[in-house]
Nanobody, 122 residues
Framework: QLQASGGGLVQPGGSLRLSCTAS????????IGWFRQAPGKEREGVSS????????NYADSAKGRFTISRDNAKNVVYLQMNSLEPEDTAVYSC?????????????????WGQGTLVTVSS
């Protein structure tokens, strides 16, 4: 079972680090994607990291500001978000798929966790 955490209220220009953890399973064989959904908008793939950690992928909206990483020893995947903008306000969720993938399409992921709300506002 996946769980995203670390969301909260942050001012524009601020930073947050989201964590994706799993209970009852290890993440080291799974590629992980971060997705977000803002009110009234479709879900958007933000970033992904392969199970081996050797390749990452970012949406254009995240490039240069967000960094995905994983610590398989701690069974966690992080999404470091810097220079946050009001447009980044959304519920962020992580998802997993067994094997190697860099996909930013939610259709390619099999397991989803509950999201965490990120609000960027002054």
């Amino acid at each position: 079972q996946l769980q995203a955490s670390g969301g909260g209220l942050v001012q524009p220009g601020g930073s947050l680090r989201l964590s994706c953890t799993a209970s009852g399973s290890t993440l080291d064989r799974y590629s992980i994607g971060w997705f977000r959904q803002a009110p009234g908008k479709e879900r958007e793939g933000v970033s992904s990291i392969r199970a081996d950690g050797l390749s990452t992928n970012y949406a254009d909206s995240a490039k240069g500001r967000f960094t995905i990483s994983r610590d398989n020893a701690k069974n966690v995947v992080y999404l470091q978000m810097n220079s946050l903008e009001p447009e980044d306000t959304a519920v962020y969720s992580c998802a997993a798929v067994l094997g190697l993938s860099r996909s930013l399409s939610g259709a390619n992921y099999d397991y989803w966790g509950q999201g965490t709300l990120v609000t960027v506002s002054s």
